[in-house]
């Protein structure tokens, strides 16, 4: 599970829409207190900042909408509560584009 913290515009096909998924994933973790993952460290990171995870959902659809993908998975804006600010890493800015130039991917980093 891996909620990136590098603008949606600088991540490849792969990355934008394994992210969008995996948010979805997560968003569903926290606002339905299910079990599966929820002391994963992604996990814990986004409890409380539900609203941050709201506006990076709505960052990462932009970018989608903007290379012609559709989008049809909104979340719902109610549970969107929490800080709007993600501050806390679990690992650096750097160490994020070093582990996507390791993958060889198109990310623009």
């Not at 606002?31 to 993952?37: E, I, L, R, S």
């Not at 994020?96 to 623009?108: M, P, T, V």
Request: with cysteine.
């Amino acid at each position: 599970m891996r909620i990136w913290d590098l603008p949606p515009s600088e991540l490849c096909r792969q990355h934008l829409l394994g992210e969008h998924r995996e948010l979805h994933a997560l968003w569903s973790i926290i606002t339905k207190n299910k079990k599966a993952y929820s002391n994963h460290p992604e996990t814990l990171r986004w409890k409380g900042k539900l609203h941050a995870l709201y506006l990076r959902h709505e960052n990462l659809v932009s970018e989608m909408q903007k290379r012609g993908y559709n989008h049809h998975s909104p979340l719902e804006p109610t549970f969107a509560t929490g800080e709007s600010r993600q501050d806390t890493l679990i690992t650096s800015i750097d160490e994020q584009k070093e582990a996507l130039r390791k993958k060889g991917c198109n990310c623009k980093i």
